[in-house]
Nanobody, 115 residues
Framework: QVRLVESGGGLVQPGGSLRLSCTAS????????MNWHRQATGKQRELVAS???????NYADSVKGRFTISRNNAWNRVSLQMNSLKPEDTATYYC?????????WGQGTQVTVPP
C-alpha cells in the first residue's frame, strides 16, 4: 500500500519561509519522480515542483528562485523549501507520486501567507 504523509505547513508572514516534508512508504522510493502540487481555494490544483530519480528538478514559473525541492532516498523523503513566501502561495500543498499505473496523493498540508 502506497502512503504519502506531508508535514510542515503553517501560517507565515509575507517574506517568510517554510519547509514541507513528505515521507513515502509502500514504494521503492528512489526509483520514482516525486511531485509537489498545491490547490488554492476556488482554483485548480497545480504542479509546483518535481524531482526525478536522478535528482533533476523542475519548477512552476511562479515559484522559480523561491522554492527548492530535494529528496533523501535513505529516509524516503521529499522536501520543499519555500522562501520569500507571498500571499498568493496560500494553498493546500500535496505530495504526489505516479506509481504502478496510479496517482497517489498525501492528505495535504495547509500553507497560509496573509496579505
Amino acid at each position: 500500500q502506497v502512503r504519502l504523509v506531508e508535514s510542515g505547513g503553517g501560517l507565515v508572514q509575507p517574506g517568510g519561509s517554510l519547509r514541507l516534508s513528505c515521507t513515502a512508504s509502500g514504494i521503492n522510493f528512489k526509483l520514482y519522480t516525486m511531485n509537489w502540487h498545491r490547490q488554492a481555494t476556488g482554483k485548480q490544483r497545480e504542479l509546483v515542483a518535481s524531482i526525478t530519480s536522478d535528482g533533476s528538478t523542475n519548477y512552476a514559473d511562479s515559484v522559480k528562485g523561491r522554492f527548492t525541492i530535494s529528496r533523501n532516498n535513505a529516509w524516503n523523503r521529499v522536501s520543499l523549501q519555500m522562501n520569500s513566501l507571498k500571499p498568493e502561495d496560500t494553498a493546500t500543498y500535496y505530495c504526489n507520486v505516479l506509481a504502478r499505473g496510479s496517482a497517489f496523493w498525501g492528505q495535504g498540508t495547509q500553507v497560509t501567507v496573509p496579505p
